[in-house]
């Protein structure tokens, strides 16, 4: 009898720091994950995607933030840069019959969506997100990418754009080097771009001059308090330094 009740409590206890020692492991290996996904060059793309995704979520209202204003209209758009984006477009149309745009961490899509419904075929749409777009909200956007702009297969792509719109998300994240290898990548050469490039603080100046430096003007639209409750952002207006 008592062998058979050492051997039942031995079982018991075993069974019980096997649930503790497996609850310990499940608690700690995400964390665990994640910062073995933060070595190599492969943690590079990983912190930006989360850092990207994050900002998205902020400034589009979406995910964890579905409950918040939804943001990301054209009214939104122009209000943030201080642009009229109906006018940018209709001026392209009128210059060469078609404007293509690339909205750059596009949030729910809706600024792209009230461009083609707007203007239909004289403008061709594409969007791009660090999280995927439901296709019921894809269907003013004629391509829709999912990933890093400024790495992976759509920096591969050959299009240029006429108008390059970030409105917060993945350019927030960029340093400077990668915001540079994009515009000369998928900026048309008579294309201009409206930047969202995040708190810049006092380095603000410095980094203009050196976008100036690379091949491109660039010039401060305005600041406004950000999304992200982390200070003002600077949005700038990109084009390049050869554009007529």
Do not use: W
Request: charged share 25%.
């Amino acid at each position: 009898y008592c062998h058979g009740f050492l051997s039942a409590l031995y079982s018991g206890v075993l069974a019980f720091f096997n649930i503790i020692s497996h609850s310990i492991f499940m608690a700690i290996f995400p964390k665990l994950r994640r910062r073995l996904s933060n070595l190599g060059s492969r943690g590079v793309d990983s912190r930006m995607i989360r850092t990207a995704r994050k900002l998205e979520q902020q400034s589009h209202a979406t995910g964890n933030y579905a409950s918040a204003h939804l943001g990301g209209t054209l009214s939104d758009y122009n209000r943030s840069f201080g642009v009229d984006f109906r006018k940018v477009v209709q001026k392209f149309v009128e210059k060469k019959g078609t404007c293509s745009v690339l909205d750059v961490s596009t949030g729910r899509g809706f600024f792209l969506n009230v461009l083609k419904r707007e203007f239909g075929a004289s403008v061709s749409t594409t969007g791009t997100s660090v999280t995927r777009l439901p296709k019921e909200l894809q269907n003013g956007i004629d391509a829709f990418f999912v990933g890093l702009t400024s790495n992976g297969r759509f920096l591969k792509t050959e299009k240029k754009y006429d108008l390059v719109v970030c409105r917060s998300g993945e350019t927030q994240a960029m340093s400077l080097q990668q915001l540079t290898d994009f515009l000369a990548r998928k900026l048309g050469q008579e294309g201009k771009a409206f930047v969202d490039v995040g708190n810049l603080g006092p380095n603000e100046l410095r980094f203009v001059r050196e976008l100036n430096r690379r091949s491109f003007r660039a010039r401060i639209l305005k600041q406004h308090l950000g999304f992200e409750k982390h200070g003002k952002v600077t949005m700038l207006e990109i084009t390049h330094s050869s554009r007529k």
